[in-house]
């Protein structure tokens, strides 16, 4: 064999022997980075899931699409996109992105479960509002619960919408109540979102008990923004000492929350809102969702006669989710968890 001959062999056998070595080490590392999750490779051929995900969180602080700024928890890969836990205040939230960080999906529909209304044969259309009136258990003094906790972005939403109702309509107040889901522990209260939501829980719940005249106001003040609960107190005129007394009180605090607690038990309630009118549960997106004219059809059609006030229009739009200044929030996001679909809060499994 000649000298180049030999070299040609030789080259040929290194660039094999090269490729090889390299394909060992992809297909390595591909695996390595596959049982390890949270190990954060450069992307060749694009951005990175981090980068996609902090885009995600810029783009919403950016366009004011949350009432508090947002910050990044997590990114993974589900079902061919880029799954982006983000964190608004004290919640968090599951959304979804391309892989060429291009498109952001605030919400998504797991089409593959099993009750889903497109895939289940037991599924009923959905119904009219007169046809969902008529199957409501009527009453000479119905009454509307509206199961929720201080900062569940939903409960949020469907409070805003009942205090606009009250606002507009001071008789409806009569016949509707918030109610609040949670547990005793001693002599203190506990709830789905930790000790700040418990004690706002307590505070609603000892004004709607002792000054309920208050109440409303009170609410509609706080959701503008957290953290600005006393100046509300102060600024509707909440009895700061009798206030302060019922929360430092077990047996009236406490005890008025375990009575709450007590009736979430009785309707099986875990998730916020879970509205029960005349002792049933309720779908609100029969009536108009969570507006206060959808809180006002739901009290109209549980009167065996029915009020005066209910032949006047409130409004039909879907109150805002979460801390919001206004009644209606603007843009994608209102639409985007709107909680038309029933979405709420429910506690971690």
Known sequence: MSK????????????????????????GGLIYANSNPNLSLPNFFGMSGKQIGQKAVDYINNNQLASTPASLVSVSEESGLVKIKIKIGTNEFDSYATKDGKLLFPQVFDMSAEKTAATSENSAPQQTPEEAAATVKKSDNPELLAFVVARCPYGLQMQRAMADAVKNMPSLGQYIKSVYIGAVSGNTITAMHGEAEAKENLRQICIREEQPAKFWNYVACQMASSGKEDSCATSTGVDAAKLNSCISDPGKGVAYAKKDFDLATKYNVSGSPTLILNEAVIDESAFGGRSSEGVKTMVCAAFNSKASFCSTKLNTAEAAVSFSVDYASSGASANANSGADGTNCAPAQ
Do not use: C, W
């Open 4 to 27: 180049l001959s030999f070299l040609k062999n030789m080259n040929r056998n290194n660039i094999l022997l090269g490729l090889a070595i390299i394909g060992v080490l992809v297909v």
